[in-house]
């Protein structure tokens, strides 16, 4: 049986307040609201992060590997700073279990300080034997700073440590209540039921098969994750969870008067091609090449789709290794839909059906 630890602190949400800034539209969030808030840093430190986080994802190792139980931002940020420059771009990048061949690939080109066409192409093909598919830009940005990784480390640090100034530290005391809240209750629900529902309620969803291979799971819970989460391998038998934790009411962007959770549903349903995926994964689960032949589209358009389904909440989806996903119908959604709906136009307060936890680094989804 799996073994649960409960983890908190602000250090997860500043990185990943640094993905989902740059890959916005994966998180329902207003790309204009995500370039306002990176346009508070210099400018060639705003170019150079745009660079770094083309390949660069939430450190769920290196974070994972942390002292202590509550890992704040400003602890996480000295204990970066107390790692030699050069040692920085391997500690947040490398995972527990890269991909076979991207270690050798990356330590030869941080040993030559260069790297060619042929160096790309490994790259690719490493990160492709588990399905992760990044464009020419990002891996060549990727490939620029393993060629120089103390030069990288050095800029980084420096400007995470201006990212925490203009933005985070501020950011960090709105959302610490949430989290201690999301915390409570994870805990609270992990002496009611067992691991896998555990998973699937604090993610509204999300199915692990690979609980079964492990002996320990750190359950982290993320406002900015929410509504999808991050998970990875950081040891043998180990990995991290992370479960979103801001509620349909509450938005990313300060001062928004219409839930997240609201409009990311009612969108998702005012679409004829994701009704149908509804109507098919109401019969059975499916792949996305499976919902591909049933509706005739290409895979990458049917991908789209249960991207923005899985935002809302309305359709659950089982995270198999080194496997293609398999979706289906999350039935309780639509019962979320009303009471949220109501409580918006009525202000009545209405908790029936409310799954205060919502759910694309490690792996996100």
């Not at 049917?302 to 293609?324: D, N, P, W, Y």
């Amino acid at each position: 049986m799996v073994k649960l630890n409960h983890y908190s602190g602000t250090a997860y949400d500043f990185f990943v307040s640094l993905y989902v800034l740059h890959h916005a539209g994966e998180f329902g969030l207003r790309p204009s609201w995500a370039a306002g808030v990176r346009s508070r840093l210099p400018a060639d430190q705003r170019e150079f992060l745009d660079q770094a986080q083309r390949f660069l994802r939430v450190p769920l190792t290196w974070l994972s590997a942390l002292p202590g139980e509550d890992r704040s931002a400003r602890e996480m940020l000295a204990a970066l700073a107390a790692l030699p420059d050069a040692e920085r771009l391997k500690a947040l990048h490398m995972p527990f279990d890269p991909p076979p061949g991207l270690r050798k690939v990356l330590d030869g080109i941080a040993a030559r300080g260069t790297w060619n066409a042929g160096d790309l192409e490994a790259v690719r093909s490493a990160l492709a034997r588990r399905y992760i598919v990044l464009r020419n830009e990002d891996l060549q940005a990727m490939c620029t700073a393993w060629a120089q990784p103390a030069a990288f480390g050095e800029q980084y640090l420096r400007a995470l440590n201006t990212y925490y100034q203009v933005f985070f530290a501020e950011e960090e005391e709105r959302i610490l209540p949430f989290l201690e809240e999301g915390l409570q209750q994870a805990r609270s629900l992990a002496v009611k039921m067992p691991a896998s529902e555990l998973i699937e309620s604090l993610s509204r969803g999300v199915q692990l098969p690979q609980l079964s291979e492990l002996d320990e799971l750190d359950l982290v819970p993320s406002y900015w994750a929410s509504p999808l989460i991050f998970f990875g391998r950081t040891g043998p038998g180990q990995a991290v969870f992370l479960y979103g934790v801001r509620s349909g009411h509450a938005g990313l962007v300060p001062g928004d008067t219409v839930p997240d959770g609201l409009v990311e549903t009612l969108k998702a349903l005012a679409d004829s091609t994701r009704l149908r995926i509804l109507r098919y994964l109401a019969q059975q689960p499916l792949t996305p090449n499976q919902l591909a032949r049933r509706l005739r589209l290409r895979a990458p358009t049917v991908i789209h789709h249960l991207k923005e389904l899985r935002l809302a909440g309305l359709v659950q989806v089982t995270l198999e290794v080194e496997a293609e996903k398999r979706y289906a119908l999350r039935r309780n959604a639509l019962d979320e839909l009303h009471p949220l709906l109501e409580e918006f136009l009525y202000g009545k307060p209405n908790g029936a059906g409310r799954d205060v936890h919502s759910q694309p680094g490690g792996e996100i989804e």
